[in-house]
């Protein structure tokens, strides 16, 4: 019962994520910003991508589709800005990270990125810098549901070998929630900000 507790729990986690990523993947029909891109009309194209995130829509490919209209329209400021959000929603998109190292050599950019590590820490924390908030927490939900399963099934049934599963999967559970708390504290006390 406490494993299919857990299961519902991650469940309810990963619906809501996987409903927003679909939404702001396909623009609603009120609002076809799409459309307004592929003909060339890049600030309306950008004004709507951006009605539909004040709406609530936050995902990372909403905020890429806003930067690169931002881009083409020639708002380069605006552009790295949303650029720069996008990267908390998909840290590991090569088209992105493009974009953004074209923008910022296009302004000048001279401030390194707030994510620039030395190269020992930034080898440590690989893992932490490759996922977003949300994928750190449906691991740690995860990985807290597996190690819950283990403990129900270990006071039903005795086994060997339960110990060393169930540790690894503490750590990975006390890992992943560390990180989305240390992440959601980051974007909360230090949000993007790029001057105009």
């Excluded at 790295?80 to 974009?99: H, I, M, S, T, V």
């Excluded at 050599?105 to 908030?133: C, G, H, N, Q």
Aim: hydrophobic share 50%.
């Amino acid at each position: 019962a406490l494993c299919c507790g857990c299961l519902a729990v991650f469940a309810l986690l990963a619906a809501p994520v996987q409903a927003q990523e679909a939404a702001g993947a396909a623009p609603s029909s009120a609002f076809d910003c799409s459309k307004l891109y592929d003909d060339g009309d890049y600030d309306e194209a950008a004004a709507c991508f951006e009605v539909m995130e004040w709406s609530g829509n936050h995902n990372g490919h909403l905020l890429y589709n806003i930067g690169n209209a931002r881009f083409r329209s020639g708002g380069f400021g605006e552009a790295l800005l949303a650029y720069r959000r996008a990267q908390l929603f998909l840290p590991r998109d090569a088209d992105l990270a493009y974009n953004l190292e074209e923008v910022r050599k296009l302004i000048k950019d001279e401030v390194p990125p707030p994510d620039s590590r030395e190269p020992l820490a930034r080898a440590l924390l690989a893992p932490y810098d490759a996922l977003s908030a949300t994928e750190l927490l449906l691991i740690g939900a995860g990985a807290w549901a597996l190690l819950m399963l283990l403990l129900s099934v270990r006071l039903s049934r005795p086994f060997a070998g339960w110990a060393p599963a169930a540790v690894a999967a503490g750590a990975i559970a006390a890992a992943a929630l560390i990180g989305w708390g240390v992440r959601s504290y980051q974007v909360k006390k230090h949000p993007i900000a790029v001057v105009l």
